[in-house]
């Protein structure tokens, strides 16, 4: 994918907050991100202070096994917005992508980003539809989303996931 960002495309920071998620669903998100067709990304993980020992231990794993992922272990929870902020501070992306512990992207998520930014190079924020995957991998709860709305923002975070922002860097 070329863009006027670079033969790579615009470099995206997936930023994922963590607090005891269970292992098999971390680990699933983070090989969902590094599955994806648009590469030029990293993967930046605050742990908030899990009490599972295990979480910590898999977060090295998956650092040790791709150089993309990058980390910190808060030593004190803050709950999400502190921990996603200690994750934003890891980034050196063009854009953050906001993604939860266990969330999946589907492996054209990243270039649906990158393609966007080329089409609206002017755009702070970039959003995406979202659904939910149920234990046997089954899609249910689609959540189809509206151009902006300004109106409707202020009266529900209709947003949510995946949104990408601009970080300015």
Known sequence: ?????GQLGPR???????YNPR????????????????????????DDA???PEVQRC???????????RYVFRRQNGHISEASNSALALAT????????????LPEYALAAVAAAVRRW?????????????DETGRRFQPHFKPDWN????RSQNYICHLASIVTGK
């Open 23 to 46: 292992i098999e669903h971390l680990e699933a998100a983070v090989q969902s991100v590094l599955r994806q067709i648009h590469q030029n990304l990293e993967v930046c993980i605050a």
């Open 50 to 52: 899990s009490t599972d």
């Open 93 to 104: 992306g063009d854009y953050v992508a906001l993604m939860d512990q266990d969330d999946l």
């Open 121 to 133: 190079p002017d755009a702070g924020l970039i959003y995406s539809d979202e659904d939910k995957v």
């Open 150 to 153: 300004l109106t409707l923002l």
């Open 59 to 69: 977060i090295v794993r998956l650092a040790a096994k791709d150089s993309r992922i």
């Open 1 to 5: 994918l070329q863009s006027s960002l």
């Open 12 to 18: 995206i920071s997936v930023v994922i907050p963590t």
